[in-house]
């Protein structure tokens, strides 16, 4: 009889632990890989930002066979911006630098700084955590977002510190004006008002199907790893979150929570996006976030600025931690809300040959060994991103920003103008 119930009670056990571990109860045993070093990618995985061409929210690409849809911009031509006189999106000004011997024109998100006054744009931020399907293909684990919400409301991208430009001001509007240090009138400012407007949860299998030369295959979604912090890290497929994110963009469009007037984010919990190789695996990885904006494509057009960022936990990156992307893209976000401010072309700082022809004020500074500025606020220290000045982009020896400066706030980070690619524009 004692025999018999010691069998009978390791049964229960046996069968609650399945039970329990049926309805997700339990996480993963074990990520994927220990850490993103160790991903079967075919590149070196390294931090990165994804360029998102605009999107009608009437018509989805068809992100998982098409290699074209999360391709470069291919609007506009070089120095004539579109315009904006029959645009229905947030509050912009207009400028241009003469670079080259071509006139550069330039629409930026804010009032116009040499009339000085200020402008609040509303930041609707939707946090997203995700639910993964488990290498078992029946149990989920769940990624939440919860634990970055306050944290990122708390950060130097919302909450006041003190910079050389100003007091008590935002790290965006720090760096915004510095670029206009000696053209603004006082009290110019662009001011970024928080507010999380929808929670809500993906579900990710553990295998999707992609085009892979020219063939449907099925390939995983995503990897993990562990941070430091003890945080999940997924590594997702790129293409599957752009047909997701598409998905969410839109509803959130339609059920009014991102408006036209305002800066709208997705936020999300250590996410860095890969893409296939042509064997259908890990090739290059990890991006970190972007910026775009939807269209209803209407003769006066509707334009909802987007960016999306994930949170990053410490030692996941050397040199990226916490709101470090979502500063990098909000700051190209006020700096290209349209993403269609071309420059003449130039080359990423200590890389050669390299090529890239927009306002994209947080990639020259990416590919430097630390692009972090730590900045104390709210009790803790956040690390937002240096960024590149208009001066930069200008490809002179001298700036008119503040103290001379290409960079900011490290002002020591690009200490002279851009190295000309050579064309005005990239091949």
Known sequence: MPQQ???????????????????GGFAQRLPDVASVKDLPSTSRPAPKYQRLKPLSI???????????????????????????????????????????????????????PWNGGSSTIPTHIVAVSLRLQNANLTTFTTVPVTAFETPTLNSPNFKAANYSTGTSIQFADAVQRAEFFHKMKAGWHTILHPAIVDNLTITVPRFTTADVNGFTTKVQTYYTSKAADGRTTVFLLDQFFDEQIFNVVVNEINAGRFTTGALNVALFPNTFLFSLNNAGGVGDCCVLGFHTFFTDAAPTESRWVFAFASWISPGVFSGFQDVTALSHEISEAINDPFVNN??????????????????????????????????????????????????????????????????????????????????????
Request: aromatic share 12%; charged share 10%; net charge negative.
């Open 5 to 23: 119930v010691a069998l009978s009670r390791a049964f229960l056990v046996v069968l609650f632990f399945s039970i329990f571990e049926s309805t």
């Open 58 to 112: 009437h018509s989805q690409p068809d992100f998982m066979h098409s290699a074209a849809s999360s391709s470069s911009i291919t609007t506009g031509t070089f120095g004539a911006p579109f315009s904006v006189s029959h645009v229905i999106s947030v509050p912009t000004f207009h400028g241009s630098f003469i670079s080259r011997g071509v006139t550069w024109q330039f629409d930026m998100m804010g009032t116009t």
């Open 342 to 427: 071309l420059v003449p072309a130039w080359q990423y700082p200590n890389e050669p040959g390299t090529c890239q022809d927009n306002l994209e004020t947080g990639d020259p500074v990416e590919v430097l060994s630390n692009p972090m500025f730590p900045v104390n606020v709210s009790g803790r220290t956040y690390h937002p991103q240096t960024e590149a000045l208009l001066q930069w982009f200008e490809q002179k020896t001298t700036s008119t920003a503040i103290n001379s400066a290409f960079s900011y706030p490290n002002t020591k980070a690009l200490t002279k103008g851009a190295t000309a690619f050579g064309p005005l524009s990239c091949p």
